[in-house]
């Protein structure tokens, strides 16, 4: 082979490799959407550079299949529900191709979003000793009572940072004490269980001092 056809076999060898990295090729991907780690958030519409790719199903998930050239950047953004915010305006991704040996490795790249609850869930869990049918106020407003067992349950939604102060109202029943306990919390960036544990004592009554009979005393 002479040294021209060696340089033309190159020349053309070099022109496929180039050809075939600008090719526009399949990619498989398959989108997570979630609230909070762990948690599938299902009905978020998908979009690849501008293009609806699908809303997630009960698990969260969507599968779609965009054409793209080996190399480039695609730009991901997820519709959150109106009640949350996506923790990114968009991402992006560049996709590359490669050929796997291994038959078992997944065909689809994974990608996963996240869509932020604005609100959080506050659960009040109220144990009162010694104090039953109780009322329970949350910032000066009456939110329930405890049962015969001194038990109550009351939740609240709230944007994270919200502070909350819990009194256990006394005032029909000045005996108990401490008198109408106050607890205070705020609310973090997750969903919370509050535990009010509370005991009273039943303060004895005041003993009067019976009065003696008067004597008389006789003076001379």
Not at 94 to 116: G, M, N, W, Y
Not at 122 to 132: E, K, L, Q
Request: net charge positive; aromatic share 4%.
């Amino acid at each position: 082979m002479s040294n021209w056809t060696i340089v033309l076999v190159s020349a053309l060898a070099l022109a496929s490799c180039s050809d075939n990295r600008s090719v526009t090729r399949p990619f498989s991907i398959l989108f997570i959407v979630v609230s909070d780690p762990g948690l599938p958030l299902q009905g978020v519409n998908v979009f690849v550079d501008g293009k609806s790719i699908g809303k997630t199903d009960a698990n969260g998930a969507v599968h779609g299949e965009v054409l793209a050239v080996p190399g480039t950047s695609l730009r991901i953004a997820q519709q959150c529900p109106e009640d949350h915010r996506a923790t990114e305006d968009s991402k992006s991704m560049r996709v590359r191709h490669f050929e796997s040996v291994d038959e078992s490795a997944p065909s689809a790249i994974q990608v996963t979003l996240r869509c932020k609850p604005l609100r959080r869930l506050a659960v009040f869990i109220v144990t009162a000793r010694n104090g039953p049918n109780l009322p329970v106020l949350i910032d000066g407003h009456a939110a329930g009572r405890t049962n015969e067992l001194g038990v109550a349950q009351i939740s609240r939604w709230g944007v994270p940072g919200t502070e909350y102060a819990l009194e256990i109202d006394t005032s029909a029943n000045p005996r108990l004490l401490p008198r109408s306990p106050v607890h205070a919390f705020t609310l973090p960036d997750a969903h919370e269980i509050f535990v009010v544990n509370e005991s009273f004592q039943l303060q004895e009554p005041r003993r009067t001092r019976r009065k003696g009979r008067a004597r008389i005393t006789k003076i001379e």
